[in-house]
């Protein structure tokens, strides 16, 4: 059947006025129109009707379960149950299957009192040529606006009395529909409604007549309603998507104002409450049918992309392990997407409630794991959905960044939406996960295109540190395999042979003399890289990690004394700090640095208390107000109150942007914060600029020198890819450890050997003794038996070795002794607990030192 041209007119002024007396933006209802005219979409589906279906399957279900029936009429009832579900099933496959019903479907009135020239509503609703004429109208003026300036226009919006017939339902909206309450009155109305739209109608170049639902007709009509649907009627030439290419937040802002999520939430609930099958099968192929449609080649020029895709996520049966077909297949499409697409879907999920972007996250989460359980293999599926889950993970930096722009200054703290250990996925850090074989992915790409060390955030920071250590080991046998060749081929075999990076020092105070000097010859040779091994002059310990230990403990406690001059130590809060002073000590602040570096390198921690701001500087963060709070406390509340103050209350403070700052050993010099600051008084309109200059004096700029020399140490060893992943607190666990000390779960890892077992007399004495001490004994007792008193950043339940007790000979009145480098306990048999708590404490605080047995 063809149609006049006339006819065709007719027909997209009828779909256009229904599309926006239901609050659709002009713009984007003149392309649906178009569409819907040319036979491209389906007669839009109402929600209510949808809902209607729903509700009477399960009051008819509801009502068979409270009279049970005869066997005469078990088959007239069936038959009758199985008709409403039917119905219901076709009417979800229709709506959730047709990526037009499902745009215009869940559209919100336009607020009331809206009084914007480009959302004017019609002042007399119940006339629908008025309506219809003042819909025309402001179409044809938004083309006007677009042909002389060639932006894509504003959203108009129309509110409707029409409306409230369609929110009566139980879902709250209504789809654009061919209205049977038009009437001959609508009919009159369209040769006003033709000259409004004559404008549009001559550009979208249809020549002759189209037949209705032919492809070739369809065809000509895609091409010109893609072009019309980024300017509203073929005004641009490009696809609709390049709106998205302006500002994402005033898109997504439109499309979650606009989008009724709550009747969405409830539709879903609805449908998953009839528990049937074959409602279920249509909900889940419908979706599918969605997912393909985006990832079509002509979804870049879909104009309700977004609104589909919310309503896609809000699927509950995404969740649901029976329908992970569904769960893959959208993820599929969220990987398939163009870049500017990703961006947008980023701004979208940014703008999310935290509770909704929490459950994406634990929807995803939940698949990775049951399928990584279940096949024991990275599948497709596992791939699309890691990679997935970067956009929820980009979206929650976004939200934080937001959140903590709008907030004041005084109130800024680095909350984030969702915790970044949401984003840590068990089955990957579970100990049975295959990570060597990953890292090895990682580091071929040319066998293997996917590896989880492509996306760091599903790793735990235990896993971090283990890949970490895998590639520092591969590092320093770069570095052997490479001292072996020069060694060859130079004439300085002498050194370049030793396949270590050895140290030999002595204690007290030559302890830093020594390791300075040798540490710059290493610098000088390149040979810091090298494994490392410690020699402490004068002792026949042979170091297999132990002697390591001890050398940290020793360097760290004499550089970080504030004797020395170095760092300053508050006792209030426990943190050491670069001293700010002229003295030029970037050698000695170098070495401290290269230092913590060497640690983490050799997979050591070091025993020492910086703030945290000082790893957010090292991963290339800037410290901001609130980093203040921790190392200044008393300045951080002061500041706080002066944000508070009024103009009065400020000015009586008689400030200036000037700081007095301390540059030697008791020598104090004032610094303007900004050019000319002596001269300029800290208001009510600066005072925010004031507290921001004074942080960053504080944290940044009155220890730059200091701080510069720091970072360029730990840099010359700790620059590889695997460092990059940890974020500030995970980077201060790795170089410091935990200092929760968990005995119990110390207790229940420990292995025990020649002839002791876990109900031993003395074992158990020995742990009685254990757990009754203060945390400064337990501290003593963790580093006599490993070497040092942090926490691995893995917990005390997984030391590497793990913990060992064994029995060292019969009673006697030797001491305990311990193999540091194997974590390894030698425990008398004592005959009385009197006896072992004597000898053990003891040992504790004579411990030091290294000799053979």
Not at 363 to 384: C, P
Not at 648 to 657: H, K, R, Y
């Amino acid at each position: 059947m063809t149609i006049t041209r006339k006819e065709f007119s007719f027909e997209v002024q009828r779909s256009f006025y229904e599309l926006t007396r239901n609050g659709m933006d002009p713009n984007e209802a003149c392309a649906l129109s178009l569409k819907l005219a040319a036979g491209m979409a389906d007669p839009l589906l109402e929600v209510r009707t949808v809902r209607e279906s729903i509700d009477a399957a399960a009051a008819y279900m509801k009502q068979a379960q409270a009279d049970p029936f005869d066997v005469m009429h078990a088959s007239e009832q069936s038959n009758e149950q199985a008709a409403l579900l039917e119905d219901a099933a076709i009417k979800v496959h229709r709506l959730f299957s047709n990526p037009e019903s499902l745009h215009a479907a869940f559209w919100l009135p336009a607020p009331s009192g809206s009084t914007s020239a480009d959302s004017r509503a019609p002042q007399d609703a119940t006339d629908p040529s008025a309506a219809a004429t003042a819909a025309a109208d402001e179409a044809a003026r938004m083309a006007d606006r677009r042909r002389s300036s060639g932006s894509a226009g504003s959203s108009g919006r129309c509110t409707s009395e029409g409306r409230a017939d369609a929110t009566q339902g139980p879902g709250g909206s209504a789809a654009a529909h061919e209205s049977s309450t038009q009437g001959d009155a609508g009919r009159d109305s369209q040769a006003g409604v033709m000259a409004g739209l004559e404008g549009q109608l001559a550009d979208t170049s249809l020549k002759g007549t189209l037949t209705r639902g032919s492809r070739e007709g369809s065809g000509a009509c895609c091409g010109n309603s893609n072009a019309g649907e980024g300017s509203g009627a073929g005004r641009e030439s490009g696809q609709a998507w390049r709106r998205l290419k302006g500002p994402h937040e005033q898109v997504v802002s439109a499309v979650l104002e606009r989008l009724d999520v709550a009747a969405i939430s409830d539709l879903y609930k609805a449908i998953i409450s009839l528990h049937s099958p074959r409602v279920l099968y249509a909900l889940t192929s419908a979706s599918e049918k969605l997912v393909f449609f985006i990832m079509s080649s002509t979804s870049v020029a879909n104009p309700g992309f977004l609104r589909q895709l919310s309503i896609l996520l809000l699927n509950p049966l995404l969740a649901d392990v029976e329908f992970h077909r569904l769960m893959a297949t959208t993820c599929s499409m969220l990987v398939s997407l163009e870049p500017d697409q990703r961006e947008a879907v980023v701004h979208l999920l940014a703008a999310q409630p935290p509770s909704e972007l929490h459950r994406l996250v634990i929807v995803l989460q939940q698949y990775i794991t049951i399928t990584l359980y279940q096949q024991q293999a990275i599948t497709q599926g596992v791939e699309d959905a890691t990679k997935s889950l970067k956009l929820l993970y980009d979206a929650n930096d976004m939200a934080a960044a937001a959140i903590q722009a709008s907030s004041s200054l005084a109130s800024r703290a680095n909350t984030l939406p969702v915790p970044y250990s949401e984003f840590y996925n068990d089955a990957v850090n579970n100990e049975d996960f295959n990570l060597k074989e990953d890292f090895r992915r990682w580091k071929s790409p040319h066998r293997s295109e996917f590896s989880f060390c492509n996306y760091p955030y599903v790793y735990d920071p235990a896993s971090k540190a283990r890949v970490l250590q895998m590639e520092n080991q591969m590092a320093q046998y770069n570095e052997l395999h490479n001292a072996l060749f020069r060694g060859l081929f130079s004439g300085n075999q002498q050194l370049d042979l030793c396949p270590f990076l050895v140290l030999k020092v002595r204690r007290g105070a030559y302890l830093v003399q020594d390791t300075l000097i040798q540490i710059n010859r290493a610098k000088e040779s390149d040979t810091l890289r090298k494994p490392l091994k410690v020699k402490f002059l004068g002792e026949e310990g042979v170091d297999e990690g132990g002697v390591q230990k001890e050398f940290f403990q020793l360097l760290v406690k004499e550089l970080f004394n504030p004797d020395y001059g170095m760092f300053t130590y508050d006792e209030a809060v426990r943190l050491h700090w670069f001293r700010a002073s002229r003295l030029n000590m970037e050698t000695e602040f170098e070495l401290v640095g290269v230092l913590i570096g060497l640690a983490i390198y050799n997979s050591h921690i070091l025993e020492f208390s910086f703030p945290l701001v000082l790893f957010k500087k090292l991963t290339g963060m800037m410290p901001c107000f609130q980093d203040t709070q921790e190392l200044f406390p008393d300045i951080h509340q002061n500041l706080s109150k002066l944000l508070q103050m009024s103009e009065d209350e400020i000015a009586a403070c008689g400030l200036n942007f000037t700081v007095d700052m301390e540059c030697g050993f008791g020598e104090i010099e004032t610094v303007e914060l900004r050019p000319g600051g002596a001269q300029i008084n800290v208001t009510r309109k600066n005072c925010r600029e004031y507290v921001d200059l004074y942080t960053q004096h504080l944290l940044h700029q009155s220890i730059q020198p200091q701080y510069a020399a720091f970072e360029r140490g730990f840099l010359r060893l700790c620059n590889g890819k695997a460092l990059s992943w940890f974020r500030p607190q995970e980077l201060e666990l790795l170089a410091c450890g935990g200092r929760q000390l968990d005995l119990e779960a110390l207790e229940s890892a420990t292995i025990h050997d020649d002839g002791y077992t876990r109900d031993s007399q003395v074992v158990r004495w020995f742990w009685e003794t254990a757990h009754a001490m203060d945390d400064e004994g337990k501290r003593r007792l963790l580093f006599f038996v490993t070497g040092s008193d942090r926490v691995p950043i893995k917990g005390l339940a997984h030391l590497n070795p793990p913990h060992v007790i064994s029995k060292m000979g019969g009673d006697s009145d030797r001491l305990p002794t311990a193999h540091t480098c194997f974590n390894h306990l030698l425990l008398p048999a004592y005959t009385s607990k009197e006896m072992l708590q004597d000898r053990l404490h003891k040992a504790l605080e004579y411990a030091e030192g290294f000799g053979l047995l």
